[in-house]
């Protein structure tokens, strides 16, 4: 593409002081670092592309997929719930995304810190989460790796959607087992046309649906405190996703409204066609739900 190329490592230091580290990845290490000119705070993902020999191949896939996360990133530019990427740096060794800074860390890290979400907190976390779908998504873009460890929560506790590392441009089903990522992370937040295509050589391709599928598992994490498919044996859990085998159980479930429960049950359907779309998930009831009990009353 047009990317610029800058090619000395301390044109980055020139610029920025590296801080703490605030997360780790496979290749990847984000650091918090400042703006000398400006004193601003911001969160650097310093990509390691050195390789030994014998790596060049690897090498080439991570750059790869890195020009594809920055392209990415720009195409989904200027959105609140989208983390911005303010500034980059291309050396032989590392490659240096400057992000906004989100000081509130991970929803993941918030979520075990309150255990659970109120209805009223997962309809403000899930509004902004959709937001940003609905915005990557009418791009033609797909995130494909939507979890509460990429969701990040600014000063503010607004959501800002990152790690754009699996995202790629789709026209619906276009993607097929080729595309697929591996299964070596929590495959929990998969959808099942994603297991679909690992596992069988005639599956169709998968789409946007698959962000929605993981929206579900999120919103329902959110709710309760622990996700929807969930075992010790990976294999009874994949199991479980595939046939969509979850439920609201108690006494989790007890005192929560059946409205987020349809909701959640429109989204953790199998056949992605059934699925709700994100248009069709942002004008559920859940979301207009103040309007309707006021209309409705008790
Ligand atoms: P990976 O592709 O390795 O998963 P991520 O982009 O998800 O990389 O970043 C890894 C972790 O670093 C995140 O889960 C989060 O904890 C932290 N992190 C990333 N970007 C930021 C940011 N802009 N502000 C604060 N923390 C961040
Ligand atoms: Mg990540």
Redesign the pocket.
Same mark, same amino acid.
């Given at each position: 593409g047009d990317l610029p190329s800058r090619l000395h490592a301390k044109e980055f230091y020139a610029k920025y002081e590296p801080r703490e580290i /605030?997360? &780790?990845?496979?290749s990847?290490t984000?650091r918090k670092c400042f703006e000398k000119k400006t004193g601003t705070e911001y969160?650097v993902?310093i990509i390691d592309i050195s390789g030994e020999k014998g790596e060049t191949y690897q090498v080439a896939q991570v750059k790869k997929d890195t020009y594809r996360e920055i392209n990415i990133l720009r195409m989904c530019a200027g959105h609140d719930n989208i983390?911005e990427l303010h500034d980059w740096f291309e050396t032989p060794t590392f490659i240096f995304l400057v992000?906004? /800074?989100? &000081?509130k860390?991970?929803l993941f890290d918030y979520l075990t810190e309150v255990v659970s979400l109120s209805e009223k907190r997962t309809r403000i976390i899930m509004r902004q989460l959709l937001e940003a779908v609905l915005f990557v998504h009418d791009k033609g873009i797909v995130h494909r790796d939507l979890k509460p460890?990429?969701i990040?929560l600014d000063d503010n506790l607004n959501v800002?959607v990152?790690?754009f590392?699996f995202a790629t441009t789709v026209t619906d089903h276009e993607l097929t087992g080729k595309e697929v990522f591996s299964l070596c992370g929590t495959p929990g937040y998969l959808a099942p046309e994603v297991l679909a295509v690992s596992m069988y050589d005639n599956a169709p391709g998968y789409g946007k649906e698959v962000d929605m599928w993981a929206c579900g598992v999120i919103m329902y994490t959110l709710l309760c405190g622990s996700p929807p498919f969930w075992h010790r044996k990976q294999m009874l859990m994949l199991r479980a996703i595939m046939q969509g085998n979850y439920s609201f159980g108690s006494p989790e479930w007890d005192d929560i409204s059946d409205v987020p429960k349809d909701l959640i049950s429109k989204l953790l359907v199998v056949e992605p066609s059934n699925r709700l779309n994100i248009k069709e998930c942002l004008a559920h009831p859940f979301f207009v739900r103040e309007v309707s009990y006021r209309v409705l009353g008790p």
């Open positions: /605030l997360g &780790k990845g496979v990847s984000v969160a993902k983390i992000f906004e /800074l989100c &000081k860390g991970e460890e990429n990040l800002k990152s790690d590392g």
